[in-house]
């Protein structure tokens, strides 16, 4: 069960409404125990490349957009800041959708004071050269480990076992993959820094992170097809990575990271 949150700031990303695997039940019990003044949408909510395949639009994905409906029109500022898969929702930034703002990028300040960069960062990809989802196995093949991935954790499940991911493990354990996501943030940081950010908030690459050093911070809020986390400031200014799902490689190298932004 979903414990019940209250931050000043919550971020998610990579929701992928309108694909098979998003994990709507999971993110469905976390925005109805969630309470924030901002939630920020970092891109890839709506699965738009998975609908121009084949349409799949189930009550369920249909009702988490109208809980993020009811936030808004609850108090919450919900910020949306489009991805590649929902790119044609780029054309409105700096409209509204009914309560939700759309942004293309935006600056957030923290608690302290700090200037936060928030985008998507698939821009990013211009300058990772071994993308592990295109170049280690593909598109195709990685619709198929998740399809692979999902039997075997209803078997899992049935055998009273934890939720396992195939995919974190290749991105863990294969050097390719791992490369390409040390480029990516690489560059999420040098483009940040480049432009005057004390910090960078991102998604794209379905890796949750939490990092600070050097007295900058990049966080990757992850997704909900694999990982199903947020990030959250709460009111002391404390960052938390967060994960709906019992997942213990996950837990163990990323979920426990917290970072006090002085």
């Not at 354990?173 to 432009?195: L, T």
């Amino acid at each position: 069960m979903t414990q019940h949150i209250h931050a000043r700031t919550v971020w998610i990303s990579d929701v992928h409404l309108g694909f098979k695997d998003c994990r709507v039940d999971y993110l469905a019990s976390f925005l109805k125990n969630v309470k924030c003044d901002t939630l920020y949408l970092v891109g890839d909510i709506i699965d738009l490349w998975a609908m121009k395949k084949r349409l799949f639009w189930p009550k369920e994905h249909y009702e988490i957009l109208m809980l993020l409906y009811q936030l808004a029109e609850q108090g919450t500022q919900v910020i949306y800041v489009p991805g590649n898969h929902d790119d044609p929702v780029r054309k409105f930034a700096g409209q509204n959708m009914g309560p939700i703002k759309i942004m293309h990028e935006h600056d957030y300040q923290t608690v302290k004071g700090k200037t936060i960069l928030i985008m998507h960062g698939d821009a990013m990809d211009a300058y990772v050269q071994h993308s592990w989802l295109t170049k280690i196995i593909g598109e195709v093949a990685y619709r198929t480990l998740l399809l692979v991935n999902r039997w075997t954790n209803r078997i899992r499940k049935w055998m009273g076992k934890p939720y396992f991911s195939l995919s974190y493990q290749i991105k863990e354990n294969v050097s390719g993959a791992k490369k390409a996501i040390e480029e990516y943030k690489s560059q999420c940081i040098k483009n940040a820094k480049h432009r005057g950010y004390d910090g960078v908030i991102c998604g794209h690459i379905h890796y949750p992170d939490l990092d600070i050093s050097d007295d900058f911070m990049y966080a990757n809020t992850g997704d909900w097809i694999e990982n199903c986390t947020a990030l959250t400031e709460d009111f002391s200014g404390k960052f938390h990575l967060l994960s709906c799902i019992e997942q213990t490689q996950l837990h163990d190298n990323h979920i426990k990271n917290e970072v006090h932004v002085a």
